[in-house]
C-alpha cells in the first residue's frame, strides 16, 4: 500500500441559510499531501453530508502520514461490474438523408469561437452551432400527434413510457419481410419496449435503405402490441408500416399504436448487440410544444 495522507485542521462554516458550524482539531482522510484549502473544504462538507453551506474556513492546517480509516471523503464507488450502454441511434449529420425524398439537415455557425473572442475576456471562447432540420431527421420518436388531431405531442408524453423501460428484442427471421402476430406471441411484451431487429439499418445512408420492400411490422401485430399493453415500439427499418404499392399509403400501425398512445420510434440502429431482454431502453426527445416527432439518442443500459 502507497502513502496515505491526513488532514488535520479547524473549520469554520456558514452556512446560506443562517447559523454556522465550528470545528477544532478536526482530521480527515485526503488523495494526498499537496491538497489545498479550497479542495480540503470541498471534501469535508461531503464527509459531513452538510447542505447549503456558504462558505468554509479552514485554519491549522497539518497533513500528516497517516493510515486511511475509511472515511466518505476518499470512498470510491465500484462501477456497475458488466453494466453497458449500447447506442442505437443513427449520427446526424449535415445534408444527411434520413428518408428519400425528404430534406436533409443543414448545420453551421451562428457563433464561431473567433467571433465569440470581441464578446469575452482574453482566452475564453465559445463556438454556437445552429441546426435546420425536418421533425422526422435519424433516429426520431413518433407521438399520437404526429397521426392524430389532438394527440398527446413531445409534451404530452410522459417520461415513463420514453425513459427507462424495459425491453426485449424481437428478431426477425432473414427470410421474412413482415413482422406478424406469430412472431410476436413468445414474448412477454406488457409494459416493455418492443424492439424489432430487422437488419435494415445496414442499408441507412443508401438508396436500398427506401426500398419499398424494406422490413415493417403488420397491422394485426400493432393491435396484437396494444392488447398486450406495449410501452413503446422500435424498429431499424424505415418505417414500421409497410411503405410497398399495394399497402396504398394505408398506415395501420401508426394508426393503432398512436391512437392508444403507445411512441413509437424508426430508424434504429445496433439492435444486433442487445439480448433478448434483461436490458432497459430510453428514447426521450426534448418537450417542444407544437411537434408530434423529433430525433431522439436512443440507447439501451444492459446489466450482467
Do not use: C
Not at 407521438?143 to 424481437?170: E, F, I, Q, Y
Amino acid at each position: 500500500m502507497g502513502e496515505q495522507w491526513r488532514a488535520q485542521f479547524d473549520a469554520e462554516v456558514s452556512f446560506a441559510n443562517g447559523g454556522g458550524l465550528r470545528t477544532e482539531g478536526f482530521r480527515l482522510d485526503i488523495p494526498g499531501q499537496g491538497i489545498t484549502d479550497d479542495d480540503l473544504a470541498a471534501l469535508f462538507v461531503r464527509h459531513l453530508g452538510l447542505l447549503m453551506v456558504a462558505e468554509v474556513r479552514i485554519s491549522a492546517k497539518t497533513i500528516i502520514e497517516e493510515p486511511h480509516k475509511g472515511g466518505r471523503a476518499v470512498a470510491v464507488e465500484e462501477p456497475d461490474k458488466g453494466r453497458r450502454l449500447v447506442e442505437l441511434s443513427h449520427v446526424i449529420t449535415d445534408g444527411m438523408t434520413t428518408l428519400p425524398g425528404w430534406p436533409g439537415p443543414r448545420i453551421d455557425d451562428w457563433l464561431t469561437f473567433a467571433a465569440s473572442r470581441a464578446t469575452y475576456a482574453p482566452g475564453t471562447e465559445f463556438h454556437v452551432a445552429r441546426i435546420e432540420m425536418i421533425a422526422n431527421t435519424g433516429t426520431y420518436v413518433d407521438t399520437p400527434a404526429h397521426r392524430w388531431v389532438g394527440g398527446d405531442d413531445l409534451t404530452g408524453v410522459s417520461l415513463d413510457r420514453l425513459a427507462d423501460l424495459p425491453g426485449v428484442v424481437v428478431r426477425m427471421p432473414a427470410d421474412a419481410r413482415a413482422v406478424d402476430r406469430l412472431m410476436l406471441a413468445p414474448y412477454d411484451v406488457a409494459g416493455r419496449a418492443v424492439l424489432l431487429h430487422t437488419g435494415w439499418d445496414a442499408h441507412f445512408g443508401t438508396e436500398r435503405y427506401g426500398a419499398p420492400d424494406a422490413p415493417y411490422l403488420t397491422g394485426d401485430a400493432a393491435r396484437a402490441l396494444v392488447d398486450a399493453g406495449a410501452a413503446l415500439v422500435g424498429i431499424d427499418s424505415i418505417n414500421i408500416d409497410d411503405m410497398g404499392p399495394a399497402a396504398g399509403g394505408e398506415r395501420p400501425v401508426h394508426s393503432a399504436l398512436l391512437a392508444a398512445g403507445i411512441p413509437i420510434v424508426e430508424h434504429l440502429t445496433g439492435l444486433a448487440a442487445l439480448p433478448p431482454s434483461g436490458f432497459r431502453f430510453t428514447a426521450a426527445p426534448p418537450m417542444v410544444a407544437g411537434m408530434g416527432t423529433f430525433p431522439v439518442r436512443a440507447f439501451a443500459v444492459v446489466n450482467p
